[in-house]
Each structure stands twice: as C-alpha cells, then as structure tokens.
C-alpha cells in the first residue's frame, strides 16, 4: 500500500513541477530552468543528505555497470522534455503522453530484462491495459 501511496504522490510532483518548471522557462529560457531545477534538486539531496544517513557519497561510484552514472543527464533532459511538451500541448495531454511512454518503456524493459531488471513473462493482460491507456489518449484527445 505504502508504494501505490507513493507512486501516486510521484505523479502528483511531477505534474506540478512541469508547471512550475515551465513558468520559470518564460522568464528564462529551458537551459537556464533545467539547470536551475537540477542545481536546487542537488541541493535539496545534499540538504537531505547532511540531515539523514551521512554515508559515503562516493560509494555511488562502486555502481557496476558504470553506465548507471548517466541518471542525472537523463534528469537534465527529462526536466527539458517536460518543459517543452508542456509548454507545446499544455499540462494534461503532456502528462498523459510522458505515464503512457513511461509505461510502455518500463514495460519493454520487464519483458526484456535490461538493465540488471528481472525479465518477465508476456502477459496479455497487461498489453490489453496499455491499449486501454492509447485508447485513453485517442478518447482525451478527440474533438
């Protein structure tokens, strides 16, 4: 119960955070609020960091394989990506395209076992559910 709490007030934050993201961009430009977004992101962790476990923040770099290290560009391109398809399709059809592709991604990866992530098994009714999500969009979309 504890996760669906969380997942649900994840998606909450992200919503509110494309907004917000994408005001700051009309006074500034993407770049500038992206990394605005990343640096107060950095300094709420290491805030966070100093307040709580105090372990070794090198220990990240014992990461195998290395590539993991790539978490914070993908960051600074996730914050740019949802600016702009905000700003280009306004916050509920943005939102509904970036959880459907994030669901599809994770989905393939699952069914793929990338990324050290255990592989499971094609299951249908979890392709019928990804449809019903596209159908949603066509639906919301409709005129």
Not at 56 to 71: D, E, I, R, T
Not at 76 to 82: E, M, N, Q, R, S
């Given at each position: 119960m504890a996760g669906f709490l969380i997942a649900i007030i994840s998606g909450a934050l992200m919503s509110l955070q494309g907004v917000f993201n994408t005001q700051?961009?009309?006074a500034s430009s993407i770049w500038t609020a992206s990394g605005f977004v990343q640096l107060t992101a950095f300094l709420f962790c290491l805030g966070a960091w100093?307040?709580?476990d105090r372990g070794?923040?090198?220990?990240?770099?014992?990461?195998?394989?290395?590539?993991?290290?790539?978490?914070g560009i993908f960051g600074?391109?996730?914050?740019?990506?949802?600016i702009k398809s905000?700003?280009?399709l306004g916050p509920a059809k943005a939102v509904m395209l970036i959880v459907?592709?994030?669901l599809a991604v994770a989905y393939l990866i699952e069914l793929l076992g990338l990324f050290s992530v255990e592989k499971q098994p094609w299951e249908w009714q979890k392709a019928i559910g990804m449809g019903?999500?596209?159908a949603?969009?066509?639906l919301f979309k409709w005129k």
């Open positions: 700051v961009t009309k100093f307040v709580t070794n923040p090198l220990a990240v770099f014992s990461v195998q394989p290395k590539y993991m290290l790539l978490g600074a391109f996730i914050t740019f990506t949802v905000m700003d280009l459907v592709a994030q019903l999500a596209i949603g969009i066509i």
